[in-house]
């Protein structure tokens, strides 16, 4: 008998790269989403509230808000017409 043992990157369970990919293309699509309702592209903590208003985060395939073993990071530029 064996068992599937998830890889582990510094002690955490690592999400795999399907995951991944998930997520970020539920970023992208998120934060036209917000630019067409706001007129701008979002930063981090924008987009975080952005997502919760639309109970967007429990369709991620991770942990947005505690990515780790990751970190995740999203930079507007200051007119938030790119991020």
């Known amino acids: ?3 599937a043992i998830p ?3 510094n002690g955490q369970a690592e999400i795999s790269n399907g995951n991944l ?7 992208n699509t998120q ?3 917000y630019r067409d309702e706001s007129g701008r592209f979002a930063a ?3 987009m975080l ?3 919760r208003t639309k109970g ?3 369709k991620s ?3 947005l808000e505690n990515p780790k073993p990751y970190e995740l990071t999203i930079t507007s530029s200051p007119d938030g017409l790119h991020y």
């Open 49 to 51: 509230g952005f997502l």
């Open 7 to 9: 890889p582990q990157v």
């Open 21 to 27: 990919v998930t997520a970020l293309r539920l970023l």
């Open 44 to 46: 981090l903590h924008e």
């Open 31 to 33: 934060e036209y989403n």
């Open 61 to 63: 395939a991770m942990d």
């Open 56 to 58: 967007c985060l429990s």
């Open 1 to 3: 008998m064996g068992a």
